[in-house]
């Protein structure tokens, strides 16, 4: 019975993270074809206000394009256990990648309106920071909180895909009630990033954190039985 109900977790555990990163591989997609290959076509009437900038968004194009791709292979079991050189190249080119892409972000953020600069900011410079920590853990081998950090990385590079995503709903019925205008775009950007990173910790720090302390009050009775 105990092995059944084990295997059936499994099972459960293994459908909801394909599920999830299905998703978000697809969401990840439509965001590359829809909203980034179009600047190939390097002209004034396809890059409109950005045409001033247009060095820094396509840098921070094809730098979240290629992050948002290879991301999800860092977190295949497979290829970090039989292919380590393979997931060490992957991860690297992830990070050149945030490299180029979030400076780029950053600049043309800090000729957005008055509101958005703040959140572009704090977004910017927390996934410099979070990146940056996770390959010195990966350089100082260690591996779980490397890991950790990496996730919390790609979740503030997904952020860019929640953007756009809220961008294409305005009008729809799954529009999402903000208020709007101005004030509607800076509470995008602060909650595109802020929410999955909270997530993250919900899953990475604070339920591991409560089951241990569960577990660990069940023992002490066990004990005193």
Not at 10 to 15: D, I, K, N, P, V
Not at 111 to 116: A, E, G, K, R, V
Not at 122 to 149: E, N, P, Q, Y
Not at 150 to 168: E, G, K, P, Q, T
């Amino acid at each position: 019975m105990l092995f059944r109900s084990a295997m059936l977790m499994r099972w459960a555990r293994y459908l909801f993270w394909a599920g999830f990163w299905s998703v978000a591989i697809v969401l990840a997609v439509y965001f590359v074809r829809r909203d980034a290959l179009k600047y190939v076509e390097w002209t004034e009437a396809v890059y409109r206000r950005f045409w001033p900038n247009r060095g820094f968004l396509a840098v921070h194009v094809v730098g979240a394009g290629v992050a948002l791709m290879i991301g999800p292979l860092q977190f295949v079991p497979m290829i970090r256990t039989r292919w380590p050189t393979i997931h060490r190249s992957i991860g690297w080119i992830y990070v050149f990648a945030c490299l180029g892409s979030v400076p780029a972000a950053l600049r043309l953020g800090l000729d957005s309106c008055p509101l958005c600069v703040s959140p572009f900011v704090v977004w910017s410079v927390t996934t410099m920071v979070v990146t940056g920590l996770a390959v010195t853990l990966a350089i100082l081998g260690r591996t779980r909180a490397h890991r950790d950090f990496m996730i919390r990385s790609y979740a503030l590079m997904y952020a860019f895909v929640f953007v756009r995503l809220d961008a294409h709903l305005i009008g729809t019925p799954l529009e999402i009630p903000l208020a709007p205008g101005i004030q509607r775009s800076s509470m995008v950007l602060w909650l595109a990033w802020v929410i999955p990173l909270l997530t993250c910790e919900l899953f990475l720090v604070w339920i591991p954190t409560l089951q241990k302390a569960l577990r660990s009050r069940s023992r002490g009775r066990v004990v005193q039985t």
